[in-house]
């Protein structure tokens, strides 16, 4: 089983396969965790404004695609133009906001706890408006292919605070 140091330190030698791996593993650890099909999940008071639940699997596919590709770029830039400080920082940041990603389906659905997973979305959502301003400032136009993933993070933490007000 890869860690995470691994995963940062496998970074160095190959960004992409840091990228891709990392995005892949916190795409099926978080799959792993949810499941809107249990009592639980079906129970809960969620708002109206709720995406349908057929649309998580499609954003959230795209999303960590844009996610990989990005963080793939970036880290391949900054390697190259030996920005070895700012490669550094970019992938603790990276690996950072892939564990609060994560994080949230465990704590959401296998845990049931919705203030912590209220907590945990907000983390992810800064991690994600963070890791986009790192982007931007390795490359120019990088931040902006990060948008969509802190904004749909952004949005989650007001649908997870919502359920958790809803529900407590």
């Given at each position: 089983?890869?860690?995470?140091?691994?995963?940062?330190?496998?970074?160095?030698?190959?960004?992409?396969?840091?990228?891709?791996?990392?995005?892949?593993?916190?795409?099926?650890?978080?799959?792993?965790?949810?499941?809107?099909?249990?009592?639980?999940?079906?129970?809960?008071?969620?708002?109206?404004?709720?995406?349908?639940?057929?649309?998580?699997?499609?954003?959230?596919?795209?999303?960590?695609?844009?996610?990989?590709?990005?963080?793939?770029?970036?880290?391949?830039?900054?390697?190259e133009s030996?920005?070895?400080?700012?490669?550094?920082?970019?992938?603790?940041?990276?690996?950072?906001?892939?564990?609060?990603?994560?994080?949230?389906?465990?704590?959401?659905?296998?845990?049931?706890?919705?203030?912590?997973?209220?907590?945990?979305?907000?983390?992810?959502?800064?991690?994600?408006?963070?890791?986009?301003?790192?982007?931007?400032?390795?490359?120019?136009g990088k931040?902006?292919?990060?948008?969509?993933?802190?904004?749909?993070?952004?949005?989650?933490?007001?649908l997870t605070?919502?359920?958790?007000?809803?529900?407590?």
């Amino acid at each position: 089983m890869t860690t995470l140091s691994e995963l940062a330190s496998a970074g160095t030698r190959n960004p992409w396969a840091m990228a891709v791996v990392g995005t892949a593993l916190c795409a099926v650890s978080g799959s792993v965790a949810t499941d809107t099909r249990s009592r639980w999940y079906k129970s809960i008071d969620k708002p109206a404004w709720q995406p349908p639940g057929v649309v998580f699997p499609f954003v959230w596919t795209a999303l960590y695609s844009g996610l990989a590709a990005t963080t793939g770029r970036v880290l391949t830039e900054l390697d190259e133009s030996d920005r070895q400080q700012e490669a550094t920082g970019f992938r603790r940041a990276f690996v950072a906001n892939l564990v609060l990603n994560q994080g949230w389906s465990w704590t959401f659905f296998r845990s049931h706890r919705l203030g912590l997973a209220t907590a945990n979305a907000a983390l992810l959502a800064a991690s994600s408006i963070d890791l986009a301003r790192r982007a931007e400032r390795a490359s120019e136009g990088k931040g902006a292919e990060l948008a969509p993933y802190a904004a749909w993070c952004s949005f989650a933490t007001l649908l997870t605070a919502s359920i958790a007000r809803r529900n407590s």
